[in-house]
T-cell receptor
Framework: DADVTQTPRNRITKTGKRIMLECSQT?????MYWYRQDPGLGLRLIYY???????NKGEISDGYSVSRQAQAKFSLSLESAIPNQTALYFC???????????FGPGTRLTVL | QKEVEQNSGPLSVPEGAIASLNCTYS??????FFWYRQYSGKSPELIMF????GDKEDGRFTAQLNKASQYVSLLIRDSQPSDSATYLC??????????FGSGTRLSIRP
């Protein structure tokens, strides 16, 4: 089955560490997204990419960076992790603008 | 005012009854509206989308859209315990930017 995968699924790290979350997809979709989810705040968009050469900031990009290595791969980096970046992170793909988004299983990140 | 607002719940509904979930949005130019279901600890999955005013039915689910009043709702008929989840409303703004509500937690009691 065409799928969206995320690694790692869980990660505990310390303040100041650099960490990378990876997303891979076999759906063949050009559009990819990174969200974070916090209790009571829903999903908030961090970065999105419409193709390999197109990277855009979302509403909460400060403290994060991304890399679109290929159509199938979109990585999110925290250059210097801080405790308020503790959250559940989701990657999503999309075939068409304003169409359905397909979410990966999520990465639970804890920054101590 | 939040761009997409939902009552956080929890909304408790007896098994077999109709669950009604509501969502309001602020951008009058929004064109596309989605309902995602998210089980605890899992990723969101799409259950309904609607683009036009009126009702759209799919099995036990009905989405209702009223652009004049800027609200979209989801009705779940014959509620089952497996419907217990958080339901996220998502709206594409006039700038084609997707905005998620914070979700309504639904609990179906046997």
């Amino acid at each position: 089955d065409a799928d969206v995968t995320q690694t790692p699924r869980n990660r505990i790290t310390k303040t100041g560490k650099r960490i990378m979350l990876e997303c891979s997809q076999t759906k063949g979709h050009d559009r990819m997204y990174w969200y974070r989810q916090d209790p009571g705040l829903g999903l908030r968009l961090i970065y999105y990419s419409f193709d390999v050469k197109d990277i855009n900031k979302g509403e909460i990009s400060d403290g994060y960076s991304v890399s679109r290595q290929a159509q199938a791969k979109f990585s999110l980096s925290l250059e210097s992790a801080i405790p308020n970046q503790t959250a559940l992170y989701f990657c999503a793909t999309q075939l068409a603008l304003e169409g359905e988004q397909f979410f990966g299983p999520g990465t639970r990140l804890t920054v101590l | 005012q939040k761009e997409v607002e939902q009552n956080s719940g929890p909304l408790s509904v007896p098994e077999g009854a109709i669950a009604s979930l509501n969502c309001t949005y602020s951008d009058r130019g929004s064109q596309s509206f989605f309902w995602y279901r998210q089980y605890s600890g899992k990723s969101p999955e799409l259950i309904m989308f609607i683009y036009s005013n009126g009702d759209k039915e799919d099995g036990r689910f009905t989405a209702q859209l009223n652009k004049a009043s800027q609200y979209v709702s989801l009705l779940i008929r014959d509620s089952q315990p497996s419907d217990s989840a958080t339901y996220l409303c998502a709206v594409y703004s006039s700038a084609s930017k997707i905005i998620f509500g914070s979700g309504t937690r639904l609990s179906i009691r046997p």
